[in-house]
């Protein structure tokens, strides 16, 4: 009798060894999956923030656009009122400038630290004034203390008239069926676009260093508007942030400058 119970508890305790494995089986799968998923709610956690972080970045110079003066926003020491007049005589460029929130000595949208640019025959943009001016340095120019984002602006009078509906350009009141005798009163609009891109450079899959040389620099600049006809294939700011798998948002905003000329004194009175 003795003999037979020895056996039923070798039995017994070979059986406990497998149900141990079995159980610490399941619990290093548990645990290996309770890992991945964290990593994964991480991964989509910081995602949200990087993205919410560029468009807050991204919106803000918008907004300082609108509030600002209309006299002094088309001053040309300001970058649009400087894009207004390029545009009379040389149409097709853009003004690019560093969006420097931190920065004490600089103002806003100023055209002395703006680079005129020019879509040239290639990829690359032809920087005709302005120099690096306008270029973000990517290891100084933060849009805040956490020294993160970096935002470029870019600011253009559209060119591409097509989608227009005809005589929309010219002052209101205006009949030209009258002949050429002006109203009292009336109003000329200009369109005005404005693009701003914020992107992390930290995030870049090469240096900071290239990342500034091939997107951010005289010898590879790279224009932000491309949306008229004649621009569509040319790379712009965004495509080479991307080709460096940098995140980033970018805005497009367009704004109507109003001229009004009111006739005050009736001619020959």
């Known amino acids: 009798m003795t003999h037979l119970t020895h056996k039923g508890r070798s039995k017994e ?27 994964v709610s991480l991964k989509v ?4 923030q990087v993205s919410q972080l560029n468009f807050q970045s991204s919106d803000t110079p918008l907004e300082l656009i609108v509030q600002m003066n209309p ?3 088309t001053n040309i020491t300001n970058v649009i009122g ?22 004490t000595s ?10 005129l640019l020019r879509a040239g025959s290639a990829n690359n943009a032809v920087v005709e004034d302005g120099g690096v001016a306008g270029f973000c340095d990517l290891t100084n120019d933060y849009g805040s203390n956490r020294q993160a984002v970096v935002t470029q602006v870019a600011v253009s009078i559209p060119t591409d008239a097509a989608s227009d509906i005809p005589g929309s350009n010219l002052p209101r009141g205006t009949n030209t069926s009258e002949g050429t005798q002006l109203p009292k009163s009336m109003l000329s609009t200009q369109r005005i676009r404005v693009i701003t891109t914020a992107f992390l450079p930290a995030y870049a899959s090469t240096s900071i260093e290239t990342l500034q040389r091939d997107c951010l620099s005289t010898s590879s600049a790279k224009i932000s508007d491309n949306f008229d006809t004649a621009l ?15 995140p980033f948002s970018t805005q497009v905003q367009e704004f109507n400058y109003t001229n009004k000329l009111t006739q005050i004194t009736a001619p020959g009175s």
């Open 232 to 246: 569509t294939a040319k790379q712009t700011l965004a495509e080479c942030l991307a080709n460096h798998n940098v």
């Open 71 to 73: 006299t002094t926003l």
């Open 106 to 115: 600089i103002s806003f949208a100023q055209t002395r630290e703006a680079s």
């Open 82 to 103: 400087a894009a207004l007049k390029e545009h009379e005589s040389n149409p097709g460029a853009e003004y690019n400038f560093c969006y420097k929130p931190t920065s």
């Open 13 to 39: 305790k070979g059986a406990t060894l497998i149900v141990v494995l079995i159980i610490l089986l399941l619990v290093i799968s548990v645990g290996v999956l309770a890992i991945r998923v964290a990593i």
């Open 45 to 48: 956690a910081t995602n949200s």
